[in-house]
């Protein structure tokens, strides 16, 4: 009984801790360049708290500190997360007529996708006439390796950044034709990245396939990847690459768009 309460208290403690953490930086992003002082009077907390909190923050860089002038301001993190949720946004709003045209020359679904919590996030679907459902779905969460908008965006990665994601998971069959082979899905990424789209040729779903390309931001670092999709008798693997072509250029003409008007 001892021990519930002890975890539950360590548990509170933290969830207060975050709670805290965001209302500074929501201070610092609506007055931003603020001494400790004033920090902690408007988030009315102690001195010695708020500056534990900000050195934490500090270290994940999601605030910064001016030793000049002693005082602190939002940190490149924060800005980190918030240009990805507007490009995220701008990727749906910007990329819509793009989606149409695609759903119309290749007569397959469209996905719009974002990596979210080391899986792929299925943003938006625009779905063909007569469409096939797959589980490539709008509003659904998918493992990146196993689906060719996950294999898209993990073809861009650094040899440093593949390695803390291998680290982390195990590759485990979503069917018999899943890539369960770290070297052999590294192989699967540089021909990827090669030919300019991925291919899903019934790795998360039997009977589905699809080919995805990334979409990038203005320094060209990987930020969503559209999709299409289909069931395994209406998407032909002789059609891979004329697909993936178009799948890709569409990508390259939103991408453009965004980092255009973003």
């Known amino acids: 009984m001892k021990e519930n309460k002890a975890a539950e208290a360590d548990r509170l403690g ?29 988030v009315d907390l102690p001195k010695s708290t708020a500056h534990r909190l900000l050195t934490t923050m500090e270290t994940l860089e999601y605030v910064q500190f001016d030793r000049d002038n002693c005082r602190w ?27 149409r045209s695609l759903v119309l020359e290749v007569n397959h679904s469209v996905n719009l996708c974002v990596p979210r919590s080391n899986a792929i996030f299925y943003l938006k679907q625009l779905e063909a006439r007569g469409g096939w459902p797959t589980a ?10 196993s689906t060719a908008a996950g294999k898209a965006i993990m073809a861009c990665w650094t040899e440093a950044e593949l390695d803390l994601y291998f680290g982390k998971r ?36 039997d009977g589905t396939r699809c080919v995805a390309a990334v979409l990038t931001d203005r320094i060209g670092q990987p930020r969503g990847a559209l999709s299409i999709s289909n069931s395994r008798s209406r998407l032909k693997k002789t059609k891979f690459q004329e697909i993936g072509y178009l799948v890709a250029n569409a990508a390259r003409k939103m991408s453009i768009q965004v980092n255009h008007f973003g």
């Not at 969830?15 to 001494?35: H, P, Y």
């Not at 979503?174 to 590294?186: E, L, S, V």
């Open 14 to 42: 933290r969830v207060q801790s975050l709670v805290r953490a965001f209302g500074i930086l929501d201070e610092l992003g609506s007055r931003n360049a603020m001494t400790l002082s004033e920090l902690a009077n408007l």
């Open 73 to 99: 301001s939002v940190g490149v993190g924060a800005f980190r997360v918030g240009s990805a949720f507007a490009e995220t946004s701008d990727f749906e709003k910007v990329g819509r007529g793009i989606m």
């Open 136 to 145: 490539a779905r709008e509003g659904i969460s998918l493992p990146m390796y």
């Open 170 to 205: 195990e590759l485990v069959q979503r069917t018999y034709r899943t890539i369960d082979n770290r070297d052999a899905m590294r192989r699967e990424l540089h021909l990827t990245l090669q030919r300019g789209f991925a291919i899903d040729d019934e790795e998360q779903a």
